[in-house]
C-alpha cells in the first residue's frame, strides 16, 4: 500500500510561508508522478501543483503560480510543496497524490496520502 508521511502543515499568518513535505513508503515512488490537491470547508477538492516522476515538468494551478514550488527527492522518496505569500485562501487541507498517469487530476489519482491542515490567519 502506498503510504505517505506528511508533514509541514500548521498555522501561518498571512504573507508567511511554509514548506509541506509527503514521504512515501510501499511503492516504487519514481514510477508516479506526484502532486498535491487541497481542499476547503464547503468546496471540492482542487489541484494545486504536479510534478513528473523524473522531476522534469512541473504544473501548478493559476491560483498558486508563482507562489508555491513543488519538487521531489526521488532518493528520498519524498515531494514537497514550499509555499510563500500566503492568504486566507490558502487555508485547506492538503493531500499529496501519487498518480500513474498523471497526478493533475483528481480522477488520474492512484494513491492518496493523509491530509495535512493549513491555517493562513488574516
Known amino acids: 500500500r502506498f503510504s505517505c508521511r506528511r508533514s509541514g502543515g500548521g498555522l501561518v499568518q498571512a504573507g508567511g510561508s511554509l514548506r509541506l513535505s509527503c514521504a512515501a513508503s510501499g511503492r516504487t515512488f519514481s514510477y508516479y508522478d506526484m502532486g498535491w490537491f487541497r481542499q476547503a470547508p464547503g468546496k471540492e477538492r482542487e489541484f494545486v501543483a504536479a510534478?513528473?516522476?523524473?522531476?522534469?515538468?512541473?504544473y501548478y494551478a493559476d491560483s498558486v503560480k508563482g507562489r508555491f514550488t513543488i519538487s521531489r527527492d526521488n532518493g528520498k522518496n519524498t515531494v514537497y510543496l514550499q509555499m510563500s505569500s500566503l492568504n486566507s485562501e490558502d487555508t485547506a487541507v492538503y493531500y499529496c497524490?501519487?498518480?500513474?498517469?498523471?497526478?493533475?487530476?483528481?480522477?488520474?489519482?492512484?494513491?492518496w496520502g493523509k491530509g495535512t491542515q493549513v491555517t493562513v490567519s488574516s
Open positions: 510534478i513528473t516522476r523524473g522531476g522534469g515538468s512541473t
Open positions: 497524490a501519487a498518480g500513474w498517469k498523471s497526478a493533475t487530476v483528481t480522477g488520474d489519482i492512484n494513491f
